[in-house]
């Protein structure tokens, strides 16, 4: 950028500022929203519930498959060409 199309551009500093600042907020989200260990962690506390004997069988199994289904999806999604 030359030094006019900088002059000429300077009002928008602040717009471009705070998309620069809301990006690396949605890739944060994004990095933690796709993290798999705070799925495996819940499964690991479903299993230690149900060997407790605070839940069912069936609640176990259903909570198991929603939390298997999310880690499938966060799988598939850090593989090279996901969706």
Excluded: C, K, S
Excluded at 10 to 15: T, Y
Excluded at 36 to 61: N, S
Excluded at 73 to 78: D, L, M, P, T
Aim: glycine share 6%; no cysteine; charged share 35%.
């Amino acid at each position: 950028m030359g030094l006019v199309t900088q002059l000429l551009t300077l009002p928008l500093a602040p717009i471009r500022g705070t998309a620069w600042i809301l990006q690396r907020v949605v890739e944060a989200a994004e990095d933690e929203y796709n993290d798999p260990r705070p799925v495996e962690r819940a499964l690991a506390d479903l299993e230690q519930e149900l060997l407790a004997g605070r839940i069912d069988e069936e609640t176990f199994d259903r909570r198991e498959d929603e939390l298997l289904d999310r880690l499938e999806e966060i799988q598939a999604r850090r593989r090279p060409g996901g969706p």
